[in-house]
């Protein structure tokens, strides 16, 4: 499922967004390099496809380097982890996007996005003698024709005028949408304002309980680690000091030093190119010739 959060996502990420003449194909392109890095992704599968780019380029990279590993302490691994901060960041998007939220507590309103502009909602609305709890799916986008979303919007003034984003003004005109046509919604009756929203929150909450959850002793979550993926972007771009950097910076003694401690406690320190280059780009932390943290 593609959502317009992805497109935005990557403009903040500093990527080049593009679509293909068809509309089928996203050129995203990452510009915050010296040089000019770009992927084709195929728009029903969006984050799949980065996610699945984050976990092969770097050994795609190395894999045309004949074994040099030059290459990959340059831009291949800035590349790397901003497609992994990328891969992050959609796929948080997506599971934020399914999760229920409450926008009018007072109405006991909640929705979820479940296609590119479509959205799920729930709604309380008040009859003479009863409570209606609302429910529908809407499509402001294919449902509406041009005159008539500017219609929705007319009649709600002031509804778009502190949206910061396609994907904000899409869900504010769902809910429009749906408060005009939840008389003709599906529907069940209640006595009380009460009843109503317990059984909305009990569906919600149902759907909600169902998302993947933040699991912090799963290294291969790929979900979760948001916060990791974009501080491994910030160290390739330099941001951050790496044990790479700390090397260069050492004198021949020190310098000295830390070889031998590598000769002399070797399976305390990386066995291949790989494992070294993952070893050198990870964050300095001030105790490099110290072989028990230097792991």
Known sequence: MYLPQFQEICEKQGWDF??????????????????????????????????????????????????SCAPI??????????????????NVAAVEAKTWICTDPDTCQWRRQVGET???????FEAPDNYFAVHGVVDPAEDL??????????????????????SERWALLAEAQFETEEFSAEREVFDTFEEAEASIRAKVEADNIKLPKSDPNDENDELWKLSDALYARDVANGVVKTRL???????????AVFL???HSNAKDFP????????WL?????GYLLDVKTAR
């Open 271 to 278: 066995s291949d190119n790989l494992s070294w280059c993952d």
């Open 118 to 124: 479509k959205f799920e909602l729930y709604d309380i």
């Open 73 to 90: 302490f340059c831009e291949d691994f800035a590349v790397s982890a901003a497609l992994s901060a990328l891969a992050a960041a959609l």
């Open 18 to 67: 593009k679509w293909s003449d068809d509309g089928e194909n996203a050129y995203i392109t990452l510009m915050t390099l010296p040089n000019k890095h770009l992927f084709i992704v195929n728009k029903n599968n969006f984050a799949k496809e980065v996610t699945a780019l984050s976990e092969t380029y770097l050994l795609d990279e190395y894999a045309k380097t004949s074994g």
């Open 245 to 255: 950097d700390a090397i260069r910076g050492l004198d021949k003694l020190r310098l």
């Open 145 to 166: 024709t041009p005159s008539e979303l500017h219609q929705l919007e007319d009649s709600y003034d002031g509804l778009l005028d502190n949206t910061t984003s396609e």
């Open 281 to 285: 780009n990870k964050p300095d932390d």
């Open 260 to 262: 031998n401690d590598i």
